[in-house]
């Protein structure tokens, strides 16, 4: 994995409370933890968001070949 440096201003309070979660790691550790939440956070809410379109472009109690999503979900409540 290739590494670069970045340098930036951050609020003091917060990093000092993340470094207390990390212990004895390095501020780059930290750094990484953040961005992967951050792009983690980022994937979740792309994917919930291609899903919300789906369903408003093709509800839930829209049938199709095999009934409609609505009605399987009763069935299986009752089962």
């Not at 590494?3 to 004895?24: F, H, K, M, Q, W």
């Not at 750094?31 to 379109?53: C, E, G, H, P, S």
């Amino acid at each position: 994995m290739n590494r670069i440096r970045i340098s930036t201003t951050v609020d003091s309070d917060l990093l000092n409370e993340a470094r207390a979660y990390c212990g004895p790691e390095k501020d780059a550790v930290v750094m990484d933890t953040a961005l992967r939440a951050f792009v983690l956070q980022r994937r979740n809410a792309a994917i919930d968001a291609a899903y919300a379109a789906a369903y408003d472009q093709h509800p839930f109690d829209e049938p199709d070949q095999w009934g409609d999503l609505i009605s399987f979900g009763h069935a299986a409540e009752k089962s």
